[in-house]
Structure formats: structure tokens, C-alpha cells
């Protein structure tokens, strides 16, 4: 989704999420917690080999009941997590006679790494017996009635955790029985249970092999399956014994809000659904729950909330069998019989009572209300027979305390057979724009404090879905909840800057300041049109406000004067006077209530004036004009359906409008994003069918692969894909490579190969249709035959222009293998590890696709312009016409090409290559001497082509195929010598012969025939005359490659369905970093042909192990997992992958600090041959090096703004570590400073503008950025910042250390707390690797950019120390002795150990101020030195020595949290749309 802007308001403040994360000095200091680790498991002497012995009496008293009598803190359950409690303690002390503590202990770090989205099953992965067991008492605790609530709870938690990751299979091997059809055992009546066996087969086999599978057991395992067939039913017991308790505490709420969950999260895919739905239903859970008496308080809003989710998938339309989702029809019928039931039941037992039920049509009695008025005249018992007649539970054991009255039985009547909307009934009712009812809704405002401890009434992106619809509503429910939290904070945010006051009564001004909203007077009507045929809303509300951009100044005057047709802006009732300081229930207040937000109305730009009423089309070509007013008249569109209520209620809502917001483009595309989607959900779009299964996560996860359908393609030509015989050979291991039939030997490329049909073998026994997900999937046979053939790529023309673009890279054996699988039909994901060439590898597939189907077109779609902007532009490079090429939305404008490959740029290209073939024609009619304007328009070259070119050809054809021609004849007979007299000459070599002279003639007609071809691609532009049917044109019948980004996909996906446009073939660049619901829209932009989709392929390529989407809010991050890819959501169904294993991009010692992620993951050979990656860095000892950095004047990380995090002692550093880089001769354009958190980059950026910007002999870097903004990027040296001195932060996702580790190739220089980082236990394989060097900067004196001192392997111990060359070399410097490197007065210079490995002018840096001093004295020296050598050449002076970096000189000003400061909070990022952009820095992740 397009990216949000970080906005600083004060809902974002969150002291106790931010208290309850334990800090450094309380995991690594003298804490209760700590000082017990150290000495139960910390202890240095512990073999980790052996049994852990642990020791009860320590659980129970030291841990356990410290933790209840506090209630079970989270800070204090992290404490336990950050000491590996879990890895070093519990789980390898863990065993069959261990104490129900320990289990709940394990159970509540498990838990406390849930929450910190920390992997915690790989942990009980090679002891499945004992997690088996540790499972089976986790289920017992729940249902253990001496436990309290709250720990009833916490263990719940651990089992929703547990069938949120079916994923992993020793998990998923404890959770199926628990959902199994044994569960059908708990159905109220056995004759039930054998209807529901009777309408189904399968069933009944099921039924009937889980009955063998009991008798056949021994006593404890009859034991262990009487349990798991009960399990849920006893749950739900206990759940509705406790919903009917009196005098409910919190806990007893919490604990139902958490059950319902758990049923939600069942109800919601099929595999899990698809028994217990049955058994929900009969226990009449959903009516239990709305009668009671929990349900009933007016405090428990969550859990009412809850259980509408509940009951929407309760009753999705889905046959929970089959998992085929029911159309309106299907499912109306379904109904319809339903009640036919009941008339009948009615009819034959109650015929005096309910004859008017029984006779009536089905539309009069399936409401609920007149349904219940036919029922009244039944007695109580009578409700009872009626009941039991339907099939419906008339009664519960004794110890769950539900009375079955009449009420109830009536209410699981009317529950049964009132009819219910459909998730797409529900999504037509939802408005993609949003008042301030929505964006103050309860539900709503639950998210802003969201920590974890409660559950959310939001749907969860799970493994699998119901139906396609499924997955569409849950998208479209949790993106419009997303983008109006996004719009609300942005409200917050410009009300908090603008300060509302009241100083006169009635009216309301503002005080501050804001460029993103500006006051107004009451906007005015214009026109309202009347409704179209067939609805009950406007057609069209315009309206106009007027705005005064006097105040504001010249940049954010542009910004409003640029606002384009269909932006929205939001127009806001604010009055001071109702500003609300409480409120009695409902929950906290937001901070918009409290600034007096009345109400909010969103409307869509039409048009901007001027004060003299003229529109303003271009705001720049306007501006470079004069005799600019300050007044700006905005036309609006605004909603209708909002309006047409306002006037209906008589609200005054447009009267108080006092306001109009605007947000920034990027974040402001939420409006056709989600119509897009909400269109998508209304209709009846269907996935391929060879994906369908796939996507929804059931079936044969290898389904969607080539070698698993029916269409593979046996002949594909590779074309330049191998380099040659050796590579062909060495590409396809484990596979037959034969000669076709009329070649012999090895041969060079191109080479066509094809599939040998090999008879599959017979096999006596009957194959079980039952998938095993472990299982490899079957392949087509074991050794793969392919046939290899060539042939002679044709002759294109003489000149230099016309021969092929041809792929130099020599591709692995596993990108082959992507390329193979890419080019065929399928589902092709390509796992791409950093360096390993997915890029190429996407090239490569889309080059093979568009050679081998020129029918076909393919739609690139990359997560970001940049992105997309690479692989395009590899594309342009390929052999690929550029006609054919087309790219979609705005970053186009960034595209690094000769051409322009936008709509208008394609236009104006189409119109400019056929100014210039119509030249061409004009000098080959003058050559052949054809009279006449020929070269007038395309139209009139088609007209010489057929009278002139064609004839004159054929005639020539004629002459070549006569008996005995000979290549003098050939040369003689060919007409257009004069035409080609400016080719490389000769055109035919005088001992030529017959076949070579034949082909150098059709080389030329080829070139000549193109001329044509680009004409007659151009006639359709000279015939269209409005620019839009031009580009829609282009789309439709042009383009054959078309890229865009997933967000351009999104916004337009209507329009360009409408257009009628079709494609074959979807290519996802880092798909992995896309939000699953724009993965899945550039898949369904077409509509169906004959019913079905044309969709043949789609190749994901990406990276799972590096960042995933980033979504800002932490409750739609975590816990409804929206930021879940498709990408990602594949591989955890175990579809295959092909996983790229050889890394180009970094030296192998770099590679390795993240090669721990990747098992399989190789260096290429050039990494140890070529000579940049064997020579050192110059002016370093060590090639990477990860330098501790303690506190600067006192501090350390610091926070002028909420999750605007700043360290300026790294950031003074990596400036120091830049200048010292750019005076030894280090080109700027090599090297970038990554920091973790966007406010680190402004304060690096500030530090650089102060020091660096200004100044020649630095310049300033290539890039400085975020980690996550850098993803896909690469520098040959890099200097990060990972900012964090009191935590890990969100470092700890290893994800984002990978990506942090991987963007360097020559040198990667890293600045943090040692202590922090050392003793996460994610980052441990890393930072193992990164602390066997020193932690102190290691530089090497006297050397320039580029050394030949050649790299060695100095992983010396971290207490090495400086040789005597190095502090003689460093000490001389500072006296002038050397060449102005050196360091300060006063500082002492460490002496190396003999032991080390030492390199002469070595030199060890003891800090910042240190490192300061030094680049110091380096600089004045420089500067002197090119004084004088310019002193004699009049160039202009130099800037006078610099300062030394000290107390005044470092001081720099930091985020202002006053919107329209000095830049130093970073208003240039806001200029560019970086600062705080949702996709870096993460400030939102530890909320």
C-alpha cells in the first residue's frame, strides 16, 4: 500500500508500551532476573551438551511467584525472554516429570515472544516427543479448573498461537486432532451426527477410519484420543459456564474476549473450520453468548464486537466440506430449503398453532422479528418439542449452569433460519471515504494503544482462507481501517500544530500554524445533479471553499497549488467551545475529541482557480508567471451518499466547516486503493484455476508448478540464455543433455531444447489421495531427458544498429533452473538472497517469454518506483523493441534511459520514429526511383510498400529460387544497392557464396520490411486525435511488457479492466515486500475470457528473509498480520522454491556476516579472483568492523519526539569515518550511511549539511538513508548507524540485520553499543562473527584510495592492540611529519600485543573525539597542500582550515516538533516525501 507519513501527535506517546520493554542495564545489570541467570544458567562453566538440571523450588519461588504477584507484567516476562530463560533454562531442563510451572513458564515466554514477533517452535524442533508432551498438558491447564482465569488465559493464548502456525508441522501435528471429526462425538444426538454422515461420503470414510483408529489403540492411547475429541468441546463448556457467572471480574471478560478469538480464528479457515463449525453451531454458542449477561453490559464492547466477527464467519456463505464458496443464489437457496424444513416440521406437528408459518412465502418469514411473532403462540414446551424436532440442542450437563428456557430455544430458532447479509452485502455498505464517525468508532480507537494484552474485533491475514471472497473482505476491512487511522493521526496531527481556541463565544480560531491544513470560511454548494437511473443518491455535489495562502510560504504554497483532480481533502468542523475533556464510558477520548473536532467530510479536487477564476492546470508554469493573487479557489466533488444524510438529518454539517486538511501525495492514494478493492469484493472476478487452490493454501502445495500441469510447454528457445556448450552443461545438473537428431557433438548457441517424453511407470498399488504436506511432491521422473538443438539467428540488416542485444551473464545452475521454471507455465517463486542476481534472473524469464510468445503480454510489477526503475531499465538493455515497452505512473520520471517509456512518452515516440522511418522511405523510393510524395504519412507508405517494395521483392524472390541461379546472379537481381549504400561496404564480399549472398538480401529486406512494420504500428496514432485514445491504445494493442508499480496497479485496476486490456504473464520484483492484498490485485486486472482468467504465469521473485511490508500501526502489523506478503504466506505453505545460492555482490567475509540466514548460499568465483575484492580498503585494517560506541557529552540514544530516535555520538562518528574515507581519496558516489531510525538520518544528514555539504574536499555521500529505505540498494562501502544504547529495538526482527548486513560489497563499517547487541540471542550468529575483531576503529596510515596492499584474514582477538609502527606513524602525523594524518595533543595511543597480527602504520581509534582530531589534522594539512599547489593557478580559494570537532562545534540542532522549523527535524526528507515515510525507520514498531 502507498507508504504513510510518520505524524508526531500525542496519541503516539505511549509511556507504558515503552515502560514495559526492559532496558540493557535491566537484562545485562544486577536485576533480580539477571543476578538469577547468572547464576541457574548464565554460569560460563554450564555444558550446554548436557541435561539442564533445573530446580523447582527456584520456579516456584524465585520466578513464579514473583511473576503472579504482579500479575504476570509483561516488562518482567521479556526480562526472563532477553536471558534466554526459554533456550538455556527451560526448555533443555524440560521433561516428563517436570512441575506445572514449568510449563506455564514456558508457556509465558513462548507468549512474550509472540508478542515481540519472535519465532519460538525452531526452539522445540529437535525434541518433538517432549514438545508433544509439553502441548498435551498445555491443553490439560486449560480446562484445569484450580487454575485462575488469568492463567487460563495466558495458556489460551499459547494454544491461538499454536493454530496460528499450522505452518510448522510439530505444531500442527498437536493441533489437527484437536478439529478432527472425532469431535463430532459431543454432537447433542446421534441421529445428528448420522444425517451429517449421510449427505457426504467422505464423511462417513472419515467417520469411519477414525472409529478403526480408536478400536485399534491401546488403553493409553484410547486415553489420549477421548481427550482430544473432547477437548473443545469442554472448552466451549467452560466458556459458557463463565459467561453466565455472577458478578464477572475483568479477568473472567478477558478470558471470553480470548475464547472467542480462538473460535474466530477456527471458524476462519476451512481446514480448521470444517468439523467444528458443525459442532459451534449445535452448542449454540452464538446465541448463548448475545443472551448473556456479560454480552449484555455496556462495558464489554470488545466482546460484542468480537462476537459480530464471530458470527460472520459462523455463517460465511462456504460449503465447509468443499471449501466452494456459494453465490447469492446458491446461498438464497440454501436458505430457502433451510426454511422449507421448518414450514414442513410446522406444518406436520403444529399444525393448529403454525399454519400461517407454515404457509407463508419465504420472504415474510425470514426477518427475525416476524419470525418471532409466529413462534409466540407456542407454549414453552411446545418450543422445546419444536426444537428438538429441528435438530437443535435442547439441553447441557449440569456443571455448565445454562438455564435452557424459552428464550434461549427461541433465540436458537431465529438464529437457525433469519436470513443474514453476505460478506459482499456488508462490503457494498461500506464507504471508502470516511466521517468523522468512522474515524472515531470505537473499534477504531482501540488500535492506538494496542499492546497485546487484549484481542482485537479485526480479521487476521491467515496461512489459508475460506474463498477468494474471503480473503477479499478481510482485506478490505482491515486496509480501510488502516488508511483511517492514518487519516485520523494526520488530523490529530495538524489540529495539535494549529492550536483551536475560543476567545469569543461561538467562535473558534486558531493559534498555530499548519501547511498541511489551512482555516476557511463555510464551503458553497454549487450544484447538486440529480440521481441516476436506478439510485437514491446525487449523482454529482460540487462545492467550492476558498483558501488564503498569504500566511504560508513559497513551498508550501506550490504544494497546495499542485493538488490534482481526484486528490481528496478534507474539510473539518472544529469548535473550540465543544472541546471534550471526558466522557462516560465508551473509552479514552481521542485527541481530535479533545481538540474539539465536530465532524469531517472528505472531498475529491475537480478543479483549482485563481483569484480571477482561471484554472490553474500546471502550478509550476503557472508560478514562473506574474501577477500571482493570494487566494486559491478549490472545486470540489464531494461525497454523496454523506450528503444526501447531512440534508436529510438537517444538520447544520457544512455551516461549521472551518477547515480543509490535505495530505501528501503518497499517502494519499487510499481512496481508489480501496475501491479498487471493494470492487474486487462485489464481483465475481475468479483467480486462474490452476492458481485458485494454491492461493487459498489447500491442496497440493506444488500444484501451480510446470511440472504439475497439464499445458507445459515441451520446445522452448533459450536463445542467449547459455553462453555456450560448457555452459549448457553445467547448468542442467541431473539431467540427460542429448543432441537432437540432425546435430552431432557439442555445438555453440543458440539452443533450443526439448522435453523427452518418458512413459510414466506402472504402479500395482492404488495412490492415496491424501496430500502429506512433509512429503516432496512426485516429480514428472526422476532424471529429466532433454534434447538440445541449435539454428542460425537471422540476418537483420547491414548496419551496426541491427544486430541483437545479446545476455553477457553466465547464469548458475539454480538461477537456470528460476529461468527454466519462469518461462514455462505456472507458479514459478524465486527465493533471491542479497547478491544473488534475482534481477537478472526476472530479466532473463521476461526476455525468454517475450521471444518464445510474441502473442503474449507480460505486467511487471515492482513494490517501488526504484525497484521497478531497475529491473526496467535492465530490461531496456535487453533485446526487447521498445515499441513494445511501456511504463505506468509516475516514477517513470526517474527512469535512467534514453527514451521515455511513460503513455505520452511512448506517443511522442511512436510520433517521432515515424518522422524518421518517413524519411526513410522517401530515400528508398529516391533509390529505386519512384516518383511521388511517399514519405508523407504512414498511410502513404503502406501505399508504396504494397505498389513498390513488395512487387520489387517478389520479383527478386523469383529470380533466387530459379534453377542454377548463382550468387552473381542473386547480386545482380537484388533492387536495393543504392538504398543501402551507406552500410558497411561491401555489402556482399566478392567470395561470398550462394547461401551467405542469400542471406545478406534477406538481412536486408528485414531492415526494410521493419520499416513498415514501425509504420504500421504507427497508423493508429495518426488516426486517433484525443491524447487519451492514444495512450488507452498503446495499453490495449501496443504494449507487450507493461510495468507499474503495485500501488499504480491498485489505484487504476478498474480503469484499466475497463479498457478491455488482457494479459498472459504477471512478474512481481521483491515481491516479498508487498502487502499480500497488492500481490494479489495485479492478478485479477482483466476480465474473464469465456469465464476464465488468460493468466498462464506468475514468477514472484523476492526475498522472505529480508523486510517484509511495513504497516504503521502496531495492532494491524501484529495482530491482524497485515503485514503479511503472498510472497511469504507460500513458502510457509511449503510451495516450491527455487532458492538462488551464489552471492557477486560482497567480498566472501562480508557475505558471511548473513550468510548464517541463507545455509546453501555460495560465493561466486569472481568474488575471490577479481582485484577489488582482494585488496584491503584503504586506510583500514579490516575490511568490516563493528566499532562500540559509547555515550557523546554524557548520552547516548535520545528522543526529541515520540519514536524519533537520535544518537549524536554515532552520528558524529560516521561523518568522521566519511571525511576520513573522502581524504584518502574515496569517491563520494561509493559510499552511503545507513541509519536504523529516519530521526538518526536527519541528525547524520544535519551533521553532514554542517560540516561536509559546504566544503569541496567532502562533498557530501552518495545516499544517506534508512536501512529499510536502502532494501534492493547496494554501495560498495557503508557506514551504519544502528542508533539503539537502551534496547535492541527493532533490530531484533533479524530480517531488517540481514538487510543492514547485505548492502555492502567492499566495506561495511558499523557503529553501535557493544553491550546491547552482544546478548540478543537472534543476533547472535552475526555479532559472534562481528566481535572477533576489535571494537575500537582499526586504521592503517600513509595509504591513499586505491591500495594494492592486499587483504588478509586479521580476525584478531577483540583485545588487540596498536603496533609501534602505527603509534609512531600516528604521533608523527600529528607533529607534521606525515601527510596531515595524525592525532591530538594529550591523547594516548594504545601499544599493539606482539601476538596480534600486525600491519605496519596501523593505528587504533579510542572514540569519536579521537577519530575527530585526527580527520582534523588531516584536513587543515590537506587544504594547505592544495593551496599550494593552486596558489600559482588562480583557482578559487579553498575554505579556511576546519574546526576541531569539540563541545560547540558538535551541537546540533535536533527535531523541532513545530511544524515549519529549520530543516533539521528534516523538513528537506518531508520536501522530498522520505521523512517518516511508513516504509523506514520502524519508529512505530516499539509503540
Known amino acids: 500500500m502507498p507508504p504513510a507519513k510518520r505524524v508526531k501527535s500525542s496519541a503516539d506517546a505511549r509511556p507504558s508500551a515503552a515502560s514495559a520493554r526492559p532496558s540493557t542495564d535491566e537484562i545485562e545489570g544486577q536485576s533480580e532476573f539477571a543476578n538469577l541467570a547468572r547464576q541457574h544458567w548464565l554460569k560460563e562453566t554450564t555444558k550446554r551438551s548436557g541435561k539442564v538440571k533445573v530446580k523447582n523450588d527456584v520456579l516456584k519461588r524465585e520466578i513464579w511467584d514473583t511473576l503472579e504477584k504482579e500479575d504476570f507484567p509483561t516488562k518482567s516476562l521479556l526480562v526472563l525472554e532477553g536471558l534466554q530463560a526459554l533456550e538455556s533454562y527451560l526448555w533443555p531442563g524440560y521433561g516428563e516429570d517436570s512441575s506445572n510451572y514449568h510449563v506455564l513458564l514456558i508457556i509465558l515466554i513462548v507468549n512474550a515472544k509472540r508478542r515481540e514477533r519472535l519465532d519460538a517452535w525452531d526452539i522445540f524442533s529437535d525434541r518433538p516427543a517432549d514438545f508433544s508432551d509439553l502441548f498435551r498438558r498445555a491443553l490439560s491447564l486449560t480446562v484445569d479448573g484450580t487454575l485462575s482465569w488469568t492463567v487460563r488465559t495466558h495458556v489460551l493464548v499459547f494454544i491461538i498461537y499454536a493454530f496460528q502456525s499450522l505452518d510448522c508441522a510439530i ?16 454432537l447433542s444426538t446421534e441421529e445428528k451426527r448420522n444425517n451429517m454422515l449421510e449427505s457426504n461420503p467422505q464423511l462417513k470414510k472419515a467417520w469411519r477410519a477414525s472409529a478403526r483408529r480408536y478400536d485399534a489403540a491401546d488403553d493409553a492411547t484410547k486415553a489420549r484420543l477421548r481427550f482430544e475429541r473432547s477437548w473443545l468441546y469442554t472448552s466451549v463448556l467452560d466458556f459458557l459456564s463463565l459467561l453466565y457467572a455472577p458478578k464477572p471480574k475483568p479477568e473472567h471478560v478477558l478470558y471470553c474476549e480470548r475464547f472467542v478469538e480462538f473460535l474466530t480464528d477456527l471458524q476462519s479457515q476451512l481446514p480448521t473450520r470444517r468439523y467444528v463449525n458443525t459442532l459451534v453451531k449445535d452448542l449454540h454458542v452464538l446465541p448463548a453468548l448475545s443472551l448473556s449477561p456479560m454480552y449484555s453490559d455496556e462495558e464489554n464492547s470488545l466482546l460484542r464486537d468480537l462476537c459480530t466477527l464471530l458470527t460472520h464467519y459462523t455463517y460465511f456463505t462456504v460449503d465447509d466440506q468443499t471449501g466452494v464458496q456459494h453465490t447469492k443464489t446458491e446461498a438464497y437457496d440454501r436458505h430457502c430449503a433451510d426454511l422449507a424444513n421448518l414450514q414442513r416440521v410446522a406444518l406436520k406437528h403444529f399444525e393448529d398453532k403454525l399454519t400461517v408459518l407454515a404457509l407463508s412465502n419465504y420472504g415474510s418469514i425470514d426477518k427475525r422479528s416476524e419470525l418471532e411473532g409466529l413462534l409466540a403462540p407456542l407454549t414453552d414446551q411446545e418450543i422445546r418439542e419444536l426444537s428438538s424436532l429441528l435438530g437443535l440442542r435442547t439441553s447441557y450437563p449440569d456443571s455448565v449452569g445454562l438455564t435452557v428456557d424459552r428464550k434461549f430455544l427461541t433465540e436458537a430458532i431465529l438464529s437457525t433460519f433469519e436470513r443474514r447479509e453476505t460478506f459482499q452485502e456488508t462490503a457494498r455498505n461500506m464507504s471508502v471515504l470516511p466521517t468523522e464517525e468512522t474515524l472515531l468508532e470505537i473499534g477504531l480507537r482501540r488500535t492506538d494503544h494496542y499492546d497485546g494484552s487484549h484481542p482485537l474485533a479485526l480479521p487476521k491475514l491467515n496461512l489459508q482462507y475460506l474463498s477468494v471472497g474471503d480473503f477479499l473482505w478481510r482485506s478490505l476491512v482491515l486496509y480501510r481501517c488502516e488508511s483511517f487511522y492514518a487519516i485520523r493521526q494526520n488530523i490529530e496531527d495538524a489540529l495539535n500544530r494549529l492550536k483551536p481556541e475560543s476567545k469569543r463565544a461561538g467562535e473558534t480560531s486558531f493559534a498555530g500554524s499548519s501547511k498541511m491544513a489551512l482555516p476557511i470560511t463555510k464551503p458553497t454548494i454549487l450544484d447538486v445533479a440529480p440521481p441516476l437511473v436506478g439510485d437514491d443518491v446525487p449523482s454529482v455535489v460540487r462545492a467550492e471553499v476558498v483558501i488564503d495562502l498569504r500566511r504560508v510560504s513559497e513551498h508550501v504554497r506550490r504544494e497546495w497549488e499542485s493538488l490534482r483532480p481526484d486528490d481528496v481533502l478534507f474539510l473539518l468542523a472544529v469548535d473550540a467551545t465543544k472541546s471534550k475533556r471526558a466522557m462516560n464510558g465508551g473509552g479514552a477520548l481521542t485527541e481530535a475529541e479533545k481538540l474539539g473536532l465536530v465532524s469531517v467530510r472528505a472531498a475529491e479536487v475537480i478543479q483549482i482557480l485563481d483569484d480571477r477564476g482561471r484554472a490553474i492546470r500546471d502550478a509550476q508554469a503557472y508560478f514562473d508567471g506574474h501577477n500571482r493573487g493570494s487566494t486559491r479557489r478549490i472545486q470540489l466533488k464531494l461525497d454523496a451518499a454523506s450528503f444526501k444524510q447531512d440534508t436529510e438529518g438537517n444538520k447544520s454539517v457544512y455551516d461549521g466547516i472551518n477547515l480543509i486538511l490535505r495530505r501528501s501525495g503518497r499517502e494519499n492514494n487510499f481512496r481508489p486503493v480501496l475501491q479498487s478493492i471493494k470492487d474486487l469484493t462485489l464481483s465475481d472476478v475468479p483467480l486462474a484455476s490452476w492458481l485458485h487452490e494454491v492461493f487459498l493454501g489447500y491442496g497440493d502445495p506444488a500444484g501451480a508448478t510446470y511440472k504439475h500441469l497439464p499445458n507445459r510447454i515441451k520446445r522452448i528457445d ?21 543432441p537432437s537428431d540432425d546435430v552431432s557433438g557439442s555445438f555453440g548457441a543458440p539452443y533450443v531444447l526439448e522435453t523427452v517424453d518418458t512413459p510414466p511407470e506402472k504402479t500395482d498399488s492404488k495412490p492415496s489421495k491424501k496430500r502429506r504436506r512433509d512429503a516432496e511432491p512426485a516429480l514428472i521422473s526422476e532424471i529429466e531427458t532433454l534434447k538440445v538443438s541449435t539454428y542460425k539467428p537471422p540476418n537483420n540488416g547491414p548496419y551496426p544498429v541491427d544486430a541483437p542485444k545479446l545476455n553477457s551473464v553466465r547464469f548458475t545452475p539454480t538461477q537456470i533452473e528460476a529461468i527454466v521454471s519462469g518461462t514455462q507455465p505456472g507458479l514459478t517463486i524465486v527465493v533471491g538472497p542479497p547478491g544473488t542476481g534475482k534481477t537478472d534472473v526476472a530479466t532473463q524469464i521476461i526476455n525468454n517469454i ?27 538493455a535487453l533485446d526487447i523493441d521498445e515499441r513494445h515497452l511501456l511504463r505506468l505512473g509516475h516514477g517513470e520520471e526517474d527512469l535512467e534511459t534514453e527514451g521515455s ?33 511517399h514519405g508523407n504519412s504512414a498511410e502513404t507508405a503502406g501505399y508504396f510498400n504494397s505498389a513498390y517494395v513488395l512487387p520489387m521483392w517478389a520479383k527478386f524472390t523469383e529470380v533466387t529460387k530459379g534453377p542454377g541461379s548463382s550468387a552473381e546472379d542473386i547480386v545482380k537481381a537484388f533492387p536495393f544497392h543504392y538504398y543501402f549504400a551507406d552500410a558497411p561496404q561491401p555489402l556482399f564480399p566478392p567470395d561470398a557464396d550462394r547461401e551467405t549472398v542469400l542471406e545478406i538480401a534477406n538481412g536486408c529486406y528485414r531492415h526494410i520490411s521493419k520499416i513498415f512494420s514501425e509504420l504500421a504500428d504507427v497508423l493508429p496514432f495518426e488516426i486517433l486525435r484525443r491524447d487519451r485514445d492514444k495512450a488507452n491504445y498503446l495499453l490495449t494493442n501496443e504494449a507487450r511488457i507493461i510495468a507499474m508499480t503495485s500501488t499504480h496497479a491498485a489505484m487504476r485496476r478498474g480503469e484499466i479492466a475497463a479498457l478491455g486490456f488482457h494479459y498472459d504473464n504477471v512478474v512481481m520484483e521483491e515481491a516479498a515486500q508487498i502487502t499480500e492484498i497488492e500481490n494479489f490485485i495485479p492478478l485479477a486486472m482483466q476480465k474473464p475470457k469465456d469465464g476464465q482468467m488468460p493468466l498462464q504465469r506468475v514468477v514472484l521473485c523476492g526475498d522472505h528473509y529480508q523486510n517484509s511490508p511495513v504497516i504503521q500501526s502496531l495492532a494491524f502489523r501484529q495482530y491482524a498480520n497485515l503485514e503479511q506478503s503472498l510472497f511469504s504466506r507460500l513458502v510457509r505453505l511449503g510451495v516450491p522454491t527455487v532458492v538462488l545460492d551464489q552471492q557477486g555482490r560482497a567480498r566472501p567475509s562480508i557475505s558471511n556476516l548473513y550468510k548464517w540466514r541463507y545455509p546453501s548460499l555460495e560465493d561466486l568465483p569472481h568474488t575471490q579472483t577479481q582485484k577489488e575484492f582482494l585488496t584491503a580498503n584503504a586506510g583500514f585494517k579490516y575490511d568490516y568492523q563493528f566499532i562500540n560506541v559509547p555515550d557523546y557529552k554524557g548520552k547516548g540514544e535520545t528522543e526529541p519526539t515520540s519514536h524519533f530516535i537520535q544518537n549524536l555520538g554515532e552520528a558524529e562518528y560516521a561523518v568522521a569515518i566519511y571525511q576520513y574515507m573522502r581524504l584518502l581519496g574515496y569517491p563520494a558516489s561509493k559510499i552511503s550511511i545507513l541509519a536504523t531510525y529516519a530521526g538518526q538520518r536527519a541528525l547524520i544528514r544535519d551533521v553532514l549539511g554542517h560540516r561536509c555539504a559546504k566544503n569541496p574536499v567532502f562533498g557530501m555521500p552518495r545516499v544517506v538513508t534508512t536501512v529499510d529505505k536502502y532494501q534492493g540498494e547496494q554501495n560498495d562501502y557503508i557506514i551504519l548507524s544502528l542508533t539503539r544504547t537502551s534496547r535492541v529495538g527493532y533490530l531484533r526482527d533479524i530480517r531488517r540485520l540481514t538487510v543492514a548486513l547485505s548492502r555492502a560489497r567492499l566495506g561495511l563499517y558499523i557503529l553501535g553499543r557493544r553491550e546491547v547487541f552482544e546478548s540478543c540471542y537472534e543476533l547472535r550468529e552475526a555479532f559472534d562473527l562481528l566481535l572477533k575483531r576489535p571494537d575500537k576503529l582499526a586504521l592503517v596510515t600513509g595509504e591513499l584510495w586505491p ?10 582477538p577483540a583485545g588487540e592492540q596498536q603496533s609501534e609502527e602505527g603509534k609512531q606513524a600516528v604521533e608523527g602525523e600529528v607533529k607534521g611529519k606525515g601527510k596531515g594524518k595524525g592525532k591530538g595533543k594529550g591523547e594516548e595511543v594504545v601499544p599493539i600485543s606482539s601476538d596480534a597480527v600486525a600491519i605496519p602504520g596501523e593505528a587504533i581509534m579510542e572514540g569519536v573525539e579521537h577519530l575527530g582530531q585526527y580527520v582534523y589534522e588531516m584536513t587543515n594539512t590537506r587544504i594547505k597542500q592544495l593551496r599550494e599547489e593552486r596558489s600559482g593557478l588562480g583557482v578559487a580559494t579553498l575554505p579556511a582550515p576546519v574546526e576541531v570537532v569539540d563541545e560547540g562545534d558538535a551541537e546540533v540542532i535536533v527535531a523541532e516538533e513545530e511544524e515549519g522549523n529549520d530543516v533539521k527535524a528534516g523538513e528537506d526528507d518531508e520536501a522530498d516525501a522520505e521523512e517518516g515515510v511508513r516504509v523506514e525507520g520502524f519508529e512505530a514498531e516499539e509503540e
Open 1347 to 1356: 591500495t594494492e596492499r592486499l587483504l588478509l584474514d586479521t580476525t584478531a
Open 718 to 738: 533459450y536463445r542467449d540464455t547459455f553462453l555456450d556448450w560448457q555452459h549448457l552443461i553445467e547448468s542442467l545438473p541431473g539431467k540427460i543433455i542429448e
Open 850 to 876: 517475450y521471444h518464445n510468445f510474441p502473442e503474449q503480454k507480460t505486467l511487471l510489477i515492482a513494490h517501488s518506483n526504484q525497484a521497478l526503475n531497475q529491473l526496467f531499465a535492465k530490461i531496456v
Open 171 to 186: 505444531v500442527r501435528k498437536e493441533c489437527a486432532p484437536l478439529v478432527s471429526i472425532s469431535v463430532w462425538h459431543n
Open 901 to 933: 517509456f511513460s503513455k505520452h512518452g511512448r506517443v511522442e515516440s511512436f510520433l517521432e520514429n515515424r518522422d524518421r522511418y518517413l524519411l526513410e522511405v522517401n530515400r528508398l523510393a529516391a533509390s529505386i526511383g519512384a516518383p511521388g510524395a
